[in-house]
């Protein structure tokens, strides 16, 4: 998704937008530009198609002159208009002084565009956001300060973006703004930063700041100031940052994707930490919702997108068995445009890693607009999500960077267990010793996932000897099913080869037709109770050529007469297993993805934080 960056009065200014940019990077982008200001000068340089690398962006600002202390740069991940350098960002107005940066989308763009043109404007892009530029520039030529321009023009703009913007005639100042996309502020002695998020300028400010949905902030060397769409002054949020800039970057590994595959018992034992009282209430300390609240719910409603969707479906399987409430789990993007039913009683869970996803964002919107009690699983402390909801869980899995998700997931899947558990408390549906042992088996997962991390070796053997497969079909029971869904997302995500996930019960229902010589299927086979069932599965496709990889305990001895390879995991209680039998599929995702020579932690034309619909 887009990327933001921004200084004022640093003798540095390119290079901390170049190094802003390339933290930016993992956000997914298709062209790259700057833009430095000073008093009647306004210098850009852009790249994009093939060339769209941050690098290419320093090489292009080779020839920069000397002297700036102020600039902007984004990173674009197109939406409307090619990713061609006409298209990349900062767009320029007619006179060539003002020019910016805006992440999202203007939805009335085309009437806009058609009214300023017919004002003697000349567009130069096929975007969305050039009519900020024009905008913007009018607000000017009416005698606003860039502040006012600015807030002017966010009046008649439909959307949702950040917006960063500047001026030769007004130099040594940014002005920015925030509808739904993230924006954050940072100082430091003597120049003050702006960014999409904070990693990108982690090491340059001292403190840092949120900006709010419509909400308008001038910098300036000496710090900013921010006002309403009214012009009415307000205070920006300090952020409580806890992050050093070592946490942001690979830490030895190749990649953050195994960096932050492995970091997976440290996911789950931070997100467990602190949550049981000395009397063994289970207890949230961020969550702000009545007990008696959470006791009398009669229908829980869990909205997610990716793969965070997935973390949800393992969640009804264990709100079901322990707390016995109904649940409903809707992908983000089909449920604010159902007319979904709220209920009194009707809790909405919207869980996501960013707290940024615009579709869980709008379907959280649409729940509280229902009358819903809305609470976010969040990773991403102070995200949007997590500051609109009524209560709020961090999954407190740290900065995961990878595209891929892998670390969150299994922290959603544990913070959503607990939250299991503290309902079966609250409405008496689990005798207390039986919670007690739930939670000592949920503190038990990170040391199984460490163990399963242990047999990378044998994973990299089977994805090896799997090389040249291209057709994959990911098979699970029960919360096997969401596990399926999982791995053949990943798989899929950063080896660009087919996967498919489905309910084992389902493959006779279609798939099965696809089955011939030269499918891998891979099932996720921990489940004894269904055991026997899954072991038919195999059978029937074994029988019609398939090969099969077969995720299974350690003390399962039947499965070897159905499957080719087996992937070992320690036996865990089955609601618990999707933490521990994602690990392999994971490592089996990322062995096969890096013998293709795939980039996994930017894989082709997705992004980690969706900012659009
Ligand atoms: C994108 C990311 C996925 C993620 C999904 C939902 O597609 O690439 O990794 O699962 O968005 O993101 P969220 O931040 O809401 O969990």
């Known amino acids: 998704m887009c990327g933001i960056i921004g200084v004022v009065g640093s003798a540095d200014a390119l290079k901390i937008l170049l190094d802003g940019l390339e933290r930016l990077e993992y956000r997914g982008y298709d062209s790259a530009g700057v833009a430095l200001v000073r008093a009647g000068e306004t210098w850009r340089a852009r790249t994009a198609t093939g060339t769209a690398s941050v690098a290419s962006l320093r090489d292009e600002c080779a020839s920069a002159p000397e002297g700036f202390v102020s600039g902007i740069g984004h990173t674009r991940w197109a939406t409307h208009g090619a990713p061609e350098t006409v298209n990349a960002h900062p767009h320029l107005d007619c006179s060539g002084h003002v020019a910016i940066i805006h992440n999202g989308i203007v939805e009335n763009h085309g009437p806009l565009q058609a009214e300023l043109e017919a004002r003697g404007h000349r567009f130069t892009s096929v975007t969305d956001s050039e009519v900020l530029a024009h905008l913007i520039e009018e607000g000017r030529a009416d005698g606003l300060e860039l502040l006012d321009a600015v807030r002017a023009s966010l009046l008649v703009v439909r959307g949702a973006f950040a917006l960063a913007a500047v001026d030769a005639t007004e130099p040594n100042v940014i002005v920015a703004a925030r509808r739904i996309s993230p924006l954050v502020v940072g100082t430091a002695k003597g120049a003050t930063f702006l960014a999409s998020d904070v990693p990108a300028i982690l090491d340059r400010a001292d403190s840092f700041y949120a900006v709010n949905d419509d909400e308008i902030v001038r910098l300036g060397p000496e710090g900013f100031r921010a006002v309403d769409l009214d012009g009415v002054p307000v205070r920006l949020r300090q952020l409580a940052i806890d992050w050093d800039l070592e946490t942001a970057q690979k830490g030895g590994h190749d990649d953050y994707m195994i960096k932050e595959i492995n970091e997976q018992p440290d996911a789950l034992r931070t997100t467990l930490l602190d949550r049981r009282r000395d009397d063994g209430t289970i207890t949230f300390d961020e969550l702000r919702v009545a007990d008696e609240e959470l006791r009398d719910v009669r229908r829980v409603v869990i909205v997610a ?119 079966a408390q609250l409405r008496a549906t689990l005798p207390a010793p039986d919670v007690e042992a739930h939670l000592l088996g949920l503190r038990a997962v990170g040391a199984l996932v460490s163990r399963a991390l242990g047999r990378r070796a044998g994973v990299e053997a089977v994805a090896g000897a799997l090389a040249g497969a291209h057709d994959f079909f990911f098979i699970g029971r029960h919360v096997g099913y969401p596990t399926a869904l999982e791995g053949a997302l990943k798989f899929k995500e950063i080896t660009y080869l087919h996967a498919e996930g489905y309910p084992a019960g389902e493959l006779k229902h279609g798939p099965l037709a696809l089955i011939e010589p030269g499918v891998v299927v891979v099932a996720i086979a921990t489940d004894p109770a269904l055991h026997e069932k899954m072991l038919s599965n195999l059978s029937e496709v074994k029988a019609r050529g398939a090969s099969v990889v077969a995720v299974a305990t350690d003390d399962d001895d039947q499965i070897d007469a159905v499957a080719d390879f087996i992937l070992r995991v320690p036996a865990t209680e089955p609601l618990f297993s999707p933490m521990v039998d994602i690990v392999p599929l994971q490592l089996f995702a990322y062995a096969m993805a890096r013998g293709l020579g795939r980039n996994v932690d930017r894989p082709r034309n997705l992004a980690k934080t969706v900012t659009v619909e």
């Open 305 to 423: 997108a990716g793969t965070s969707h997935h973390a949800a479906l393992v969640a009804k399987y264990a709100l079901e068995r322990w707390a016995h409430v109904s649940v409903e789990v809707d992908i983000s993007s089909e449920y604010r445009y159902r007319d979904p039913v709220v209920e009194v009683g009707t809790l909405v869970i919207a869980v996501s890693q960013s707290g940024e996803t615009i579709d869980t964002i709008q379907a959280m919107r649409e729940a509280k607009r229902r009358g819903a009690r809305v609470v976010a699983v969040a990773n991403v402390v102070d995200s949007s999500l997590a500051r609109e909801a009524d209560a709020v869980i961090y999954t407190r899995a740290g900065l995961e960077v990878s595209v891929a998700s892998t670390k969150a997931y299994v922290a959603q899947v544990a913070a959503l267990e607990l939250l299991a558990l503290r309902l």
